[in-house]
């Protein structure tokens, strides 16, 4: 198998093609919930972080 950039960038469109013809764009509702799930999950890791470099900090 000979290395083909010109066959790969092809099938990179093609595959590019086939996902943006079966996605969809989220409604409001369902948009709203994802940011509401993806802030939570960032603000509880940045706590544990928080929290992890202050013990590290009181033990150092």
Known sequence: M???PIAMIRQF???SQR???ISYKP???EF???LKIVLFG???LGI???IISIIVGLIA
């Open 19 to 21: 996902m943006l013809s």
């Open 32 to 34: 709203k919930r994802t």
């Open 42 to 44: 960032t603000i509880l």
């Open 48 to 50: 544990i972080g928080y």
């Open 13 to 15: 469109i093609a595959d």
């Open 27 to 29: 409604g409001m509702p």
């Open 2 to 4: 000979k290395f083909n």
